[in-house]
């Protein structure tokens, strides 16, 4: 059984780069328990670095109070442990570097240690989504979600369904970009 909106609670992304980072502070801002994970330490402290200056920001131009904020960052984990970033989230983001087999590898690895009801998804603009749902033994479940950089600051983000993805999924993605305050624009 895939996981719904009303039972998604954690969020994990992959990837501590430019949208990775944005994408769990967006995340954590909206009331989400987040694991940031990357392969290394230094990106992660560069992303923690990163995502206080963004919500620092996001005071000044009263978009957050200074509680909202640092409450959010209280709910990251950032970490180098890809399996406990995962095994707990039901809502994963991959958001590692534009190449297909690098992503690839990793949806292999989520598909064995996410919970087999969580909803995979990707942050690509370009790459084939459905050759990455391929590699996983559940490729009903994976989705993209195309972020605008930075995610912090733009509204829109695509929810691209695969060839084997259903409506129910597409829909819980959906609602997932709208909790985050964002706009949902649904592709194929």
Same mark, same amino acid.
């Given at each position: 059984?895939v996981v719904n909106i009303d039972d998604?609670?954690?969020?994990?992304?992959?990837?501590?780069?430019?949208?990775?980072? @944005?994408?769990?502070?967006?995340?954590?801002?909206? @009331?989400?328990?987040?694991?940031?994970?990357?392969?290394?330490?230094?990106?992660?402290?560069?992303?923690?670095?990163?995502?206080?200056?963004?919500?620092?920001?996001?005071?000044?131009?009263?978009?957050?109070?200074?509680?909202?904020?640092?409450?959010?960052?209280?709910?990251?984990?950032?970490?180098t442990d890809f399996e406990g970033a995962?095994?707990?989230?039901?809502?994963?983001?991959?958001?590692?570097?534009?190449?297909?087999?690098?992503?690839?590898?990793?949806?292999?690895?989520?598909?064995?240690?996410?919970?087999?009801?969580?909803?995979?998804?990707?942050?690509?603009?370009?790459?084939?989504?459905?050759?990455?749902?391929?590699?996983?033994?559940?490729?009903?479940?994976?989705?993209?979600?195309?972020?605008?950089?930075?995610?912090?600051?733009?509204?829109?983000?695509?929810?691209?369904?695969?060839?084997?993805?259903?409506?129910?999924?597409?829909?819980?993605?959906?609602?997932?970009?709208?909790?985050?305050?964002?706009?949902?624009?649904?592709?194929?």
């Open positions: 059984m998604i609670e954690t969020v994990a992304v992959i990837g501590s780069g430019q949208m990775g980072r @944005g994408i769990g502070a967006v995340a954590a801002l909206a @009331g989400y328990d987040v694991y940031l994970n990357d392969i290394e330490e230094e990106p992660l402290e560069e992303a923690k670095e990163e995502i206080e200056w963004s919500y620092g920001k996001a005071v000044e131009n009263d978009a957050a109070t200074e509680e909202e904020t640092a409450t959010a960052l209280d709910r990251i984990t950032f970490t995962v095994s707990n989230a039901e809502f994963v983001t991959e958001a590692a570097v534009e190449q297909q087999s690098i992503k690839e590898d990793i949806f292999e690895d989520l598909d064995d240690a996410a919970p087999e009801e969580a909803i995979l998804a990707t942050n690509t603009s370009g790459l084939n989504i459905t050759e990455l749902a391929e590699v996983t033994d559940r490729p009903e479940q994976v989705i993209g979600t195309h972020w605008f950089n930075p995610p912090m600051l733009m509204e829109l983000v695509e929810v691209i369904m695969t060839e084997y993805t259903p409506a129910g999924v597409a829909d819980t993605g959906e609602a997932i970009v709208e909790s985050f305050d964002r706009t949902p624009i649904r592709c194929r």
